[in-house]
């Protein structure tokens, strides 16, 4: 067996979708379009699921009004535009990469409870709200790790008096790591490495204009930048 392409034809509407296989080695499943119709997500008043068991690429366009959660141990690589007008995204586990010309903008918050997203793209991140890492905020039960690597690219973060956010829940760990690209906190928006958890900032390369507050650790958090 090999790699698995399917081709969509027409427009569609999807609750939740699912990549796996029964390979020892899994291959990868590539989903693209004849024509620039999005992919549209719709699990009511849910967030739908997209899990990852095997490595997955959406070369499509992707729309929705409640985000959606990534699951699943592998990668799940979006090639095209994603873009929401409500609703979180949950990465809360494997990994998630914005490559080629692969966009997001989303109205809600973009939460890395535990895993990596990777971004290496040509385009650009419209998160209009909160980007936390590691966890979920002040929730001591949550220990997970949040990583965001940016190669290339630009994100663009923030609403008025909103922050990324690194080590999110009280015994988490996120970390930021920018070696390319630019990173930008809009309209008053700030970063705080160790908001709950344990947070990490490092910039090895790129740009970074932060418009508010440069915040590092707490009284009851610590960060590293």
Known sequence: ASNVTVTLGDVWTIGNLAFDDKAGSKHTWSVTA?????????AGSASPNITASAPAILDV???????????GTNSLTLLGAAAFTAGQIYVNSGSLAFAGDGSYSGNNNFNVSNGVVNINTTSALAIANYLELGGLYNDAADAGAGVVNQTSGTANIGGSGTYLEIGVGANAFGAYNLFGGALNTLNSSGIRVGAS????????????????????GSATAGGSA
């Open 34 to 42: 004849n024509a620039a119709n999005p992919l549209t997500l719709n």
């Open 61 to 71: 366009s992707l729309a929705g009004a409640n985000g959606f959660t990534k699951t």
């Open 197 to 216: 958890g344990i947070g990490l900032f490092n910039q090895s390369g790129g740009s970074l204009n932060c418009a508010r507050y440069f915040a590092v």
